[in-house]
């Protein structure tokens, strides 16, 4: 059986998205799981402690595998934590991104989109090394982040034709 991956959303859909999502918790947890590469529970459980901003990090504490973990924050992301905690379950955050994305998008979309987005996003448009964005998306092996990379035929055009 083929693995099956999730579709990917671009910067700028990603944008159309928060734009036109009322509630900031919601529009800072939909940018947490892009612009962090976090998993809905990890974007649930961050609470204003986990945050340095002096330092620029995030601290994820007991993510999957009971696992610690400190991260960048993204500058898009910065001027948004003052609306931590997100105070919603992980349920209702993931019917709630599902919901916008077929409004807005028009795509049937779930929350760890975003993670696979966050992820290509960094290789692709920002051009980070895999071993960079391994790190940021806290996998331990290479192959788990190579996995998540999505190449859209788009950007091999560009990237043939420049």
Known sequence: MALRLPEVITQEELHKLVQATKKPHHRLAFMLGFFECMRVSEVVNLKPENVDKQLKLLRIVQGKGGKDAVIPIAPEVMKMLKHLPVGCKVRALQIKFKENAKKVLGKDLH?????????????????????????????????????????????????MWS
């Open 111 to 159: 929350f760890h989109c975003l993670r696979h987005s966050g992820i290509t996003y960094y290789i692709v448009a920002k051009r980070w090394s895999t071993l960079e964005v391994q790190r940021l998306a806290r996998h331990s092996k290479v192959a788990t982040t190579q996995i998540y990379t999505h190449i859209r035929p788009e950007d091999l055009v560009a990237r």
